[in-house]
């Protein structure tokens, strides 16, 4: 099954663009490799508002906010996860704004062995050529110095309110129920508003593409489970944090799932052949996908094979990790 991407979007930066009755989205001018066309800030309500992921640490955009937020009442800033094009403009809003921060909680803090097995030292012909970032920054709108950013940890970031799967917010206009998403990070949050039927999926599921596991905090099995967990919902439309939002959720999501499930065979079907290295399998998995886009599969890759060791269907030389060779158990 194809996935049905949808990448139709004009963020018009700086403005609020409304989407429906109840929420408004202001687009911050960070476009780059895993931000699409750049962090999308909703803000949920009239009056009494929640805003969620407030985004980089960039002046502008908190200023387009404060703009678009004028003469309301902001009670909640909510954020899905950890990720600096997601969180670190926090601080600025609530500095202009006075409302409490909610998360899941603080960025999670690897152990060293942790860090050293997920960080890859051999993978020299996936990683962007020179010529290839130029090209792509040359195709994206100007960005300043954020599109160089992508997606580090905020590891300054530390909710006033810790949130658990199935809490509620509430605000003057709107309910907003908490859904623990991990996954792409383990602290991430998907919002569901009640009023509308309506996800906000943050990194969890973007129709412009799929979504990158990272090691060493990113779980491909609490990913599967994660998405398994959206169809279980009665959800109309999903809106993630970059790019537009996706009108058939149900459907997409089946596809993202039946989508990981493809990969994984090609990963058994490539070892069937003997032992290979993540490298290896990229580039006789990903042939229709940008080279540029390599490292990122690798890092998916990997995901999929520490899930398969875990399963007890792989093996790898060692403790597994990024430059691990893998063979079937």
């Not at 911050?28 to 949920?44: A, D, E, K, M, S």
């Not at 658990?164 to 003057?172: E, R």
């Not at 979504?211 to 009665?234: F, H, K, N, T």
Request: hydrophobic share 35%; with cysteine; glycine share 10%.
């Amino acid at each position: 099954m194809p996935i049905p991407h949808v990448t139709d979007i004009d963020p018009a930066y700086g403005e609020a663009v409304e989407l429906t009755t109840l929420v408004r989205r202001v687009v911050c001018p960070n476009p780059g490799r895993f931000t699409f066309t750049g962090t999308g800030t909703y803000i949920v309500g009239r009056g009494q508002v929640a805003v969620i992921d407030p985004g980089p640490d960039d002046d502008d955009h908190v200023a387009a906010l404060v703009d678009a937020l004028d003469g309301e009442e902001v009670t909640h800033i909510l954020v899905t996860h950890t990720h600096r094009d997601h969180s670190p403009a926090a601080a600025a809003l609530q500095t202009a704004t006075g409302a409490p921060t909610y998360g899941y909680g603080r960025h999670p803090v690897a152990s060293p062995a942790e860090t050293a097995a997920a960080t890859p030292t051999t993978w020299d012909q996936l990683r962007p050529t020179p010529e290839e970032l130029e090209e792509l920054r040359r195709s994206m709108p100007p960005a300043g110095d954020h599109a160089a950013q992508e997606e580090p940890g905020d590891m300054d970031f530390v909710p006033d309110v810790e949130l658990g799967h199935g809490d509620l917010l509430t605000g003057g206009s709107w309910t907003l129920e908490a859904l623990h998403t991990p996954g792409h990070l383990s602290n991430h949050l998907c919002f569901g508003l009640r009023e509308e039927q309506a996800l906000f999926t943050g990194d969890h599921v973007m129709g412009w593409s799929t979504s990158v596991i990272p090691q060493p905090d990113g779980s491909m099995a609490d990913y599967m489970a994660s998405l398994e967990l959206l169809l279980d919902r009665d959800d109309r439309v999903y809106y993630p944090t970059h790019g537009p939002p996706v009108d058939d959720p149900v459907s997409y999501t089946r596809a993202l799932i039946e989508h990981r499930h493809h990969r994984t065979r090609q990963i058994l079907d490539g070892l069937t052949a003997g032992p290979r290295t993540i490298p290896e399998l990229v580039t006789e998995m990903y042939t229709d996908t940008p080279h540029i886009l390599h490292m990122a599969a690798g890092q998916s890759v990997l995901s999929h094979l520490l899930a398969l060791v875990e399963g007890g269907r792989v093996r790898a030389e060692g403790t597994p990790g990024a430059d691990s060779v893998f063979s079937l158990a």
